[in-house]
T-cell receptor
Framework: DAKTTQPPSMDCAEGRAANLPCNHS???????VYWYRQIHSQGPQYIIH???NNETNEMASLIITEDRKSSTLILPHATLRDTAVYYC?????????????FGGGTRLMVKP | NAGVMQNPRHLVRRRGQEARLRCSPM?????VYWYRQLPEEGLKFMVY????????ESGMPKERFSAEFPKEGPSILRIQQVVRGDSAAYFC?????????????FGQGTRLTVV
């Protein structure tokens, strides 16, 4: 699986959009971009994933650049409960399982 | 539809005892993954199982650790003769199928403390 690079920490004001970047310059054509988050002491929570097109669900939007070398997770109206570590992971399409390789992630602090 | 259920949530064991951690996947999910998170560190993959089969155990320590996912019942992660370094949060995830276009859902973890 391709390596990802994320800033170690970010702050965001409550109610504003949180834009979390992720670089995956070595991504290959069959690798998906996944985002998970881990709120303190809880299990990781799936947020969203995509291959090429931008994706949106009730939690967030995922913007993938045309060359697929980077992506941005957008939380449109961050709340205090969105304070967590956010992990960007790329996954290769294979029949060898759905294992996830977690890096250091971005620690997002939403402030009042 | 209940999520991934792990129990116990907290487990305290003395050095040398055995720890058994249980994971019931989401209904309809036949793929189970175990991860370990040491204090102040990231999650590390340990083992991937399908019903009655270990598919990938490349992240499992070679000694004292074993995992199973029987035809009936939950998946079990077993740690024999625990040591203080085994203290960690152990998370289980499940997915309905393999492949990169399938999200995995995590349980709330079991926090093992070895005293």
């Amino acid at each position: 699986d391709a390596k990802t690079t994320q800033p170690p920490s970010m702050d965001c004001a409550e109610g504003r959009a949180a834009n979390l970047p992720c670089n995956h310059s070595t991504i290959s054509g069959n690798e998906y971009v996944y985002w998970y988050r881990q709120i303190h002491s809880q299990g990781p929570q799936y947020i969203i994933h995509g291959l090429k097109n931008n994706e949106t669900n009730e939690m967030a939007s995922l913007i993938i650049t045309e060359d697929r070398k980077s992506s941005t997770l957008i939380l449109p109206h961050a709340t205090l409960r969105d304070t967590a570590v956010y992990y960007c992971i790329v996954r290769v399409a294979s029949n060898a399982g759905n294992m996830l390789t977690f890096g250091g992630g971005t620690r997002l602090m939403v402030k009042p | 539809n209940a999520g991934v259920m792990q129990n116990p949530r907290h487990l305290v064991r003395r050095r040398g005892q055995e720890a058994r951690l249980r994971c019931s996947p989401m209904k309809g999910h036949s793929h189970v993954y175990w991860y370990r998170q040491l204090p102040e560190e990231g999650l590390k993959f340990m083992v991937y199982l399908q019903k009655e089969n270990i598919i990938d155990e490349s992240g499992m320590p070679k000694e004292r650790f074993s995992a199973e996912f029987p035809k009936e019942g939950p998946s079990i992660l077993r740690i024999q003769q625990v040591v203080r370094g085994d203290s960690a949060a152990y998370f289980c995830a499940s997915s309905p199928e393999e492949g990169a276009n399938t999200e995995a859902f995590f349980g709330q973890g079991t926090r093992l403390t070895v005293v």
